[in-house]
């Protein structure tokens, strides 16, 4: 059977592109003013010869050290500024008081040794903001008087940033001795900045701090905000709650995963999984791939927490081999529920055939259907932007619900953002989709025989699946996510699998990219980001160029030759007594024949061929 229908056809798709442009609008009128602040005109490299030359300085032995560079940015300050002043005075208060949130953080290290350097790079003006050299505590440097080390400080501060000593208090004074030197640190509050918390929370603080020993500067650094202790309490018991409530959903998790399994092994012999399973092995595969490829893409984080009393082989180690066993089991959780959730979904809502992959791991990827699916996906994403952004202010107005976007430059760190973007969207995409739509509806069906019931338990799982998010109210980010879930559970109802993949794939990626996309950001991170973005619509465009029949014809068991000469000895047993199997239903037959020792492959075409009809699960 041929069939060219596409997928969304009945679908009115002006009143879809309207609501996509609305999302769009939505989205740009109340999440874009957020972002706009980022600055990432510093790229990894252009921050590294910075903070290169700036300890070559003082360090001529620097080329027998390694180095270590990761992007950082300070979300406790941006989220204690939104939360006590609001995201307009927030940009305001960066701009005068020259405050970054956004920086490069290097780091430069000898195996076996304590002593190290640290630098902290501006990613908006490539100006060092943070300096530390690390030595050993028994390091003999000579002695200078406590006002002496306190006059060479406000000198370097005022060389280094032009501090004016007039507009500052000294808050802090030590002196730490040790047995062959003694360190000098003073901090200095700006007298202009004062932001209070709650009533009898602290405030807010501005801070200049630096230690020095003898004529040497070990540390400073220029401006750094001091959050009050109570916001900091508060966070922490927010993020309590979102572990006891992320515990209780990782155990309804591994329900999940072992239902996966269970069918699996149940109906081993199942056409529809039979027909799917190298598809998926294969989907694995690639995951496995791209997750290890993951892991030295993002190895400059990896080192930076090495700690330098162990080898720094066996520490690296240590870390590929846990990054191994979590990457099987990320293989792991995607191949079982793929199974389990095609032959659910075969049997459950079988002329839902877009609900699975194995219409078009039967037929053909590459049709204007699958175009149309792919394109369905991107207005779909759309539409969530726009949902999102309305629950995230209705949260806002209602429910003090505030948002610290930690992952939208959390790329940067990698040797390739782009390569990282695509992993971290088809890992998010493939396996969130296929357990919770693919798997989740379709067993939900299947227990409770109500399909209302299915989407209302799998989007709740998946909504508190997201809880470690940083958004607070914890239970508000379970809301929300829950909500686009009930959404997502309708577009693969009517649409398919492919139209949510695509649209979730492009969710995530947007959302890790939007630094790049709506900051300053250097071209390199910008181009990734939309050639990442690009990647579906760029096999769409490939599908409907090919645009392959869509051929339809019955599924059948692929034999190997022992198992096609089985089917014509058991085929011939069959005719041979077919008084006694004729009018017998065909499960029955095949399970006593099965129960016999016989390759189950081999007893349905046997069975199918005796009775002279279709191959069936």
């Known amino acids: ?26 989205w740009g009128m109340l999440r874009l003013p957020e972002l706009t602040y980022i600055d990432l005109s510093v790229n990894r490299k252009q921050a590294l010869d910075i903070a290169t030359r700036y300890v070559a300085a003082n360090e001529p032995q ?20 939104k939360r006590s002043i609001g995201t307009k005075k927030m940009k305001e208060f960066l701009r005068k008081y020259d405050v970054d949130l956004f920086y490069w953080s290097v780091r430069f290290f000898r195996e076996g040794q304590k002593e190290q350097y640290k630098v902290l790079v501006s990613s908006r003006t490539g100006k060092v903001i943070f300096y530390q ?3 050993e505590e028994t390091e003999r440097i000579e002695e200078i008087p406590k006002d002496g080390a306190r006059e060479r400080s406000n000198d370097f501060l005022h060389e280094r940033f032009g501090f004016q000593i007039e507009n500052y208090t000294l808050v802090g004074d030590l002196s730490t001795i040790y047995d062959f030197r003694r360190d000098h640190t003073f901090a200095w509050r700006h007298n202009q900045v004062s932001i209070p918390w ?26 750094h905000f001091k959050i009050p202790e109570d916001y900091q309490r508060d966070i922490q018991s927010k993020q309590v709650v979102s572990q006891n409530i992320n515990a209780v959903t990782r155990i309804f998790h591994m329900i999940f995963i072992i239902s996966a399994v269970y069918f699996v092994v149940a109906r081993k012999n199942h056409l529809a999984m039979h027909t799917t399973k190298w598809m998926y092995i294969k989907i ?22 090495y700690h330098t009393t162990s080898s720094m082989n066996s520490y690296v180690i240590r870390f590929l081999t846990n990054a191994l066993v979590g990457t099987v089991m990320a293989a792991f959780y995607v191949l079982m529920p793929g199974l389990s959730g095609e ?23 590459f049709s204007r259907e699958v175009a149309k699916s792919v394109l369905a996906g991107y207005l779909v994403f759309l539409v969530l932007l726009g949902c999102q952004a309305l629950l995230l202010e209705t949260g806002e107005r209602f429910f003090s619900v505030w948002v610290e976007y930690s992952w939208m430059t959390s790329l940067s760190t990698s040797y390739f953002p782009c390569l990282a973007a695509i992993t971290l969207g088809l890992n998010a995409s493939v396996s969130e989709e296929v357990l919770y739509r693919l798997f989740g509806i379709n067993v939900g069906k299947k227990f409770f025989k109500n399909t209302a019931a299915a989407v209302v338990i799998s989007s709740l799982l998946w909504g508190f699946a997201h809880t470690t998010y940083p958004i607070y109210p914890m239970w508000y980010r379970a809301v929300e996510v829950s909500i686009l879930g009930f959404f997502m559970a309708f577009i693969y109802l009517r649409f398919g699998l492919i139209c949510t993949i695509v649209s979730h794939y492009v969710f995530n990626v947007f959302w890790h990219s939007t630094g790049y996309l709506f900051g300053s950001a250097h071209i390199v991170y910008l181009a990734g980001a939309l050639f990442a973005l690009s990647l579906p619509m760029l096999f769409a465009v490939i599908a409907f160029i090919l645009n392959r029949r869509v051929d339809e014809r019955p599924l059948r068991w692929h034999l190997n030759k022992q198992q096609a000469f089985n089917v014509t000895v058991l085929t011939a047993y ?19 024949i099965a129960a016999n020792g016989w390759d189950f492959a081999v007893v349905e075409v046997a069975v199918d061929e005796f009775l002279g009809r279709e191959a069936s699960p």
């Open 1 to 26: 059977m041929t069939d060219r229908r596409p997928a969304i056809d009945s679908f009115p798709w002006l009143i879809f592109v309207a609501l996509a442009l609305a999302g769009a609008l939505l």
């Open 62 to 81: 620097l080329g027998t050290y390694r180095h270590a560079i990761v992007f950082q940015r300070d979300t406790q300050t941006s989220g204690y500024l």
């Open 133 to 135: 050299h690390q030595i």
């Open 198 to 223: 709650k009533d009898g929370g602290g405030t807010g603080k501005l801070l200049s701090n630096i230690t020095s020993s003898g004529d040497q500067i070990l540390s400073y650094a220029h401006h």
């Open 284 to 305: 694995a595969a690639v995951l496995f791939a791209l997750n290890m490829l993951g892991f030295f893409n993002a190895f400059e984080s990896i080192i930076t927490q």
């Open 343 to 365: 032959l659910l979904h075969f049997e459950m809502a079988r002329s839902q055939r877009e609900g699975s992959l194995l219409k078009y791991i039967h037929t053909t990827f």
């Open 574 to 592: 069959l005719q041979a007594q077919a008084a006694r199997f004729q009018g017998r239903p065909a499960a029955e037959i095949k399970s006593e």
